[in-house]
């Protein structure tokens, strides 16, 4: 008798979001007029980047890639899973 495996593959996916900082994005807003400020501040002080799309919230598994685009719109190519993201690509979004 074989045994079966199940293996689950994540698609890769293109997100248009901001890079945020977690404490921030969870509240749904920054205590800075400033989002880049804000976002850059917080991040600094220990918070994740994030990335926001719409109302989701996804964690970013490679943190440097984002932490220099925080505060700013952007579109990221990755790969999903779950709530988390790990970016293969990183672009301001136009």
């Known amino acids: 008798m074989v045994g079966a495996m199940s293996t689950v593959f994540a698609n890769p996916v293109k997100l248009t979001g901001t890079i945020d900082d977690s404490m921030c994005a969870a509240k749904g807003k920054c205590d800075d007029k400033d989002p880049v400020a804000c976002a850059s501040k917080c991040i600094k002080m220990g918070a994740s980047a994030v990335l926001v799309v719409d109302k989701k919230i996804y964690k970013i ?19 999903v899973t779950g709530d988390s993201i790990d970016i293969t690509s990183i672009a301001e979004a136009k």
């Open 61 to 79: 598994a490679n943190q440097k890639k984002a932490v220099k685009f925080a505060g700013k719109k952007v579109t990221v190519e990755g790969t």
